[in-house]
């Protein structure tokens, strides 16, 4: 072996744990340091308890916090798109269809819908909204969520 190249050896380096407990060990440093031992350590103790270690807990429950609030605005969001309190500008239906239900009276979702309930014909009654400007309606309710699949398989053929 050669000389001066190793490191001084302590074979009574004292061992001091956070919870108090200390021992005896051979080590190259003569105090070290822990933060758990086998006194404390949930393994060996049985005791439930997390042991954050450089702040890995801490992170995880703010990984938590993000994920529930993105969750949030998600349910919010969803909400406002299926809400019917909305004008009949939100559809994007064109400028025909807009104007035909604007001058029959239907401004919003909720008005449109109680319409709509009446059935296929009463729709058709509105002056220049046509089986395309219903099926259009049909098509843009139906992907916002407000309009059963049953409801949008009534809907007239193009070619009748």
């Known amino acids: 072996m050669r000389e001066g190249i190793h490191?001084?050896?302590?074979?009574?380096?004292?061992v001091i744990c956070s919870c108090g407990n200390t021992w005896t060990t051979g080590s190259t440093k003569e105090v070290i340091h822990t933060d758990m031992c086998y006194n404390c350590h949930p393994f060996y103790t049985g005791e439930q308890r997390m042991v954050d270690t450089e702040g890995q807990v801490d992170r995880f429950y703010k990984k938590l916090e993000a994920?529930?609030?993105?969750?949030?605005?998600?349910?919010?969001?969803v909400a406002a798109k299926t809400s019917t309190d909305q004008p009949i500008s939100?559809?994007?239906?064109?400028?025909?269809?807009?104007?035909?239900?604007?001058?029959?009276?239907?401004?919003?979702?909720?008005?449109?819908?109680?319409?709509?309930?009446?059935?296929?014909?009463?729709?058709?009654?509105?002056?220049?909204?046509?089986?395309?400007?219903?099926?259009?309606?049909?098509?843009?309710l139906r992907q916002r969520g407000l309009l059963s699949e049953d409801a949008a398989e009534a809907a007239p053929d193009v070619n009748p």
């Open 7 to 14: 490191p001084k050896f302590y074979p009574a380096a004292k």
């Open 67 to 77: 994920r529930d609030h993105h969750k949030a605005v998600a349910a919010t969001r």
């Open 90 to 140: 939100i559809l994007n239906l064109g400028a025909r269809s807009e104007t035909a239900l604007t001058h029959a009276g239907l401004t919003t979702l909720t008005l449109v819908l109680e319409k709509m309930a009446t059935g296929d014909d009463a729709m058709l009654e509105i002056e220049s909204l046509g089986r395309n400007g219903l099926i259009g309606l049909k098509k843009a």
